[in-house]
């Protein structure tokens, strides 16, 4: 029989494009279909390492410390506070003893001169004379008395008393500094004594520590020549964090991801929009979100007095124009004229009409009869209102900002009301020829920056969320979990690509005790490093859970899985045809029963039941120093050296 060489693999599922609308989301599948590839890689000589602890050794030097009870502690801090206020009181005092002392010195250098003077006879005198010692000059000053007193100085007298002044000196300050000294030694003393190394078992725990090392014995065992199953795995922990996200009583749920930036040109805030911007908050919980902005707006003024191109009163938004209007004029008489203009539109008022006057009537009277004259009063005069539409023609169609206002009068009572629609602007992009509303586009940013950072404090909260319950699930089984996860996605793979379809009929046929992996994982640091960008921390977490996160974050894993020799022939004629093969009624002598294989496995069973490899140089054992957490007092007080040679309390067993 011949068949293509033995190898089996699952396609990749199919990548689905992002929804540009926000959708439920729905709850993580408990399984996922396993996606990779099998071969048989041939044979192989297995070899398991095997560790014996061997015991502990002293490690590097941790500190040394001085822990004392409180009350030591309390006794030792004020004795360190007596001792700083000592020392400021010794530095003043001897400070104020060196000014002193120098001054002393002079005199004394000066009153050693007048006395050798006196005893040698050099001057007849000495009333009014003063000698004095001041840097390394003798200085005499003053006058004799007699006329015949005369200083006698020779080179030898000079040089007897420089010698004889310079010798006080010299033991003067030799005195002062030894005394110095012995303040300073007795100090330092009782500080030593306060913190000195102290291991008689009294109650503080002072001395030299050390960190403790474990020392193991590794040693490669072999287990003779297997072939192996070489079987690659694509997202190995995925199924397994997805079984653990859907556990408890509310599975978690990754937040819909935005179109943060995704579309061309980083124009992802266009997918908001006013029909939709509410559905998005919902979804990101957001209730506060601002309105889109209207199409059009009204605003209005009233002015009832006399104004000059005033701009406060009448102020269009930013991002609307004027896109129509009305303007409305009222007096309560038309004796008086008016004027206004809104924009540089002017508004007509009404014609000017001349005040009635009082008109006397005076009846015809006669010598016997008298008549009143009748007064006729004046006519009241007409008040009058104008309503004006701005249309397209007007100056003030198109305006934006403040729009200024006049209005003349000299009528005492008049009005005008101004209202203006405003409509936003829209602008006509260049390059595309597309209509661009700036108003709209800036809501539109301002509401995806809202659901931009909503997202991501969901996500900060869905990861740590993932993190606490991964960790719950993995709590110090790690490494049972990687095996047992690789070793059920193996067995799937090979069910879902070979001829048997039963992983429990291939379980059997592999020695997964020597199964090994390793993991493919997203390279670090591939990016571009800001300057300012904060260095890596410290990595302090032990190799399993490196291990273990490198498994969580890999995006293909590598299985190497032996057969067992018994069982070899039956699981590469399961992994090719079915899942078993009718056995003779009679049993070979050796108990072995007979299995066809494939043409392309003959070569790798007729080479592991080849001659046995040559055996080579015995595998010589290793010891490793593994660093441990812990660490231990020394027996002696002995502290490391750098040299070659290190003490013999250094090297001591703990």
């Known amino acids: 029989m011949a068949a293509a060489p ?28 396993v996606t990779g590839q099998w071969s048989l890689l041939g044979v192989g000589e297995v070899e398991v390492a095997r560790q014996t602890l061997t015991g502990y050794a002293p490690g590097e030097l941790a500190e040394i410390v001085n822990l004392m009870p409180r009350q ?20 003043e005092h001897s400070r104020s003893d060196d000014q002193a002392s120098h001054s002393d010195a002079a005199n004394e250098l000066a009153d050693t001169l007048k006395e050798s003077m006196y005893t040698e006879g050099l001057v007849r005198n000495l009333s009014n004379v003063t000698p004095s010692y001041g840097n390394l000059n003798l200085l005499l000053t003053g006058s004799a008395a007699e006329g015949a007193g005369k200083l006698k100085f020779d080179s030898d007298n000079v040089a007897r008393l420089v010698q004889r002044m310079s010798e006080q000196a010299a033991q003067k300050v030799a005195d002062r500094v030894n005394a110095q000294r012995r303040d300073v030694w007795r100090q330092w003393r009782e500080r030593r004594e306060s913190q000195c190394i102290d291991n008689r078992g009294g109650e503080r725990l002072v001395g030299v520590y050390r960190w403790v090392d474990r020392l193991l014995r590794v040693s490669l065992k072999p287990r003779g020549r297997h072939l192996v199953l070489a079987v690659q795995l694509q997202s190995p922990a995925s199924a397994w964090i997805a079984e653990v996200l859907a556990q408890g009583p509310l599975p978690l749920v990754k937040p819909a991801p935005l179109a943060a930036f ?81 924009g540089g539109t002017s508004l007509n008022g009404p014609a000017i009409s001349a005040p009635a006057g009082l008109s006397v009537t005076v009846p015809a009277g006669s010598a016997t009869s008298v008549s009143d004259p009748a007064l006729a009063p004046p006519s009241a005069s007409a008040s009058w209102l104008s309503a004006t539409s701005f249309t397209g023609a007007d100056a003030v169609i198109g305006l934006t900002g403040a729009i200024p206002i006049t209005v003349m009068s000299d009528a005492p009572l008049f009005g005008l009301s101004v209202e203006l629609i405003c409509q936003r602007v829209t602008l006509t992009d260049p390059a595309t020829n597309s209509v661009v509303d700036p108003l709209l586009v800036q809501w539109q940013m301002q509401v995806y920056n809202r659901l931009l950072h909503a997202w991501q404090d969901q996500l900060r909260a869905y990861d740590a969320d993932v993190a606490a319950r991964i960790s719950a699930a993995s709590a110090a089984q790690t490494a049972a979990i990687q095996r047992g996860v690789l070793q059920a996605q193996c067995l799937a793979l090979l069910s879902a690509t070979s001829a048997t379809n039963d992983p429990q009929a ?18 670090a640091g591939t990016g571009p490093r800001q300057t300012d960008a904060q260095a890596a921390p410290v990595m302090t977490e032990p190799a399993s859970a490196r291990l273990f996160r490198r498994f969580l974050d890999a995006d293909l894993a590598w299985v190497l899985i032996p057969l067992r020799v018994q069982t070899q022939d039956a699981a590469l004629f399961a992994l090719q045809w079915q899942a078993r093969w009718p056995a003779p009624p009679v049993r070979r002598v050796d108990g072995a029963a ?29 010891t490793l120093r593994v660093p441990l957490p812990l660490i231990y007092l020394q027996r002696g007080d002995a502290l490391p050296r750098f040299g070659s040679h290190a003490p013999s309390a250094s090297r001591e067993k703990p």
Do not use: K
């Open 6 to 33: 033995l190898s089996g693999g699952a396609p990749a599922a199919t990548t689905q494009p992002p929804f540009q609308e926000p959708a439920p989301a729905a709850a993580p599948t408990a399984r996922q279909a």
């Open 72 to 91: 030591w502690q309390e006794r030792h801090e004020r004795s360190v506070q007596a001792s700083e206020r000592q020392a400021s009181r010794d530095e």
């Open 262 to 342: 995704g579309t061309a040109d980083g124009q992802g805030y266009a997918l908001v929009t006013p029909t939709n911007y509410q559905s998005w908050g919902a979804q990101y919980g957001l209730t506060d979100l601002p309105a889109p902005p209207a199409q059009q707006i009204a605003i209005s003024a009233q002015i009832t007095r006399v104004t000059i191109a005033d701009r406060s009163l009448l102020r269009v938004p930013e991002g609307y124009a004027v896109a129509s209007g009305s303007a409305t004029l009222a007096m309560a008489s038309t004796t008086h004229g008016l004027v206004a203009s809104v």
């Open 506 to 523: 291939l379980t059997g046929f592999f020695d997964w005790t020597c199964m090994s992996w390793h993991y493919d994982s997203p390279l």
């Open 594 to 622: 007979d299995v066809p294989v494939a043409q392309s496995t003959v070569i790798a069973l007729e080479e592991q039941r080849g001659d046995e490899a040559t055996p080579g140089e015995p595998r010589h054992a290793w």
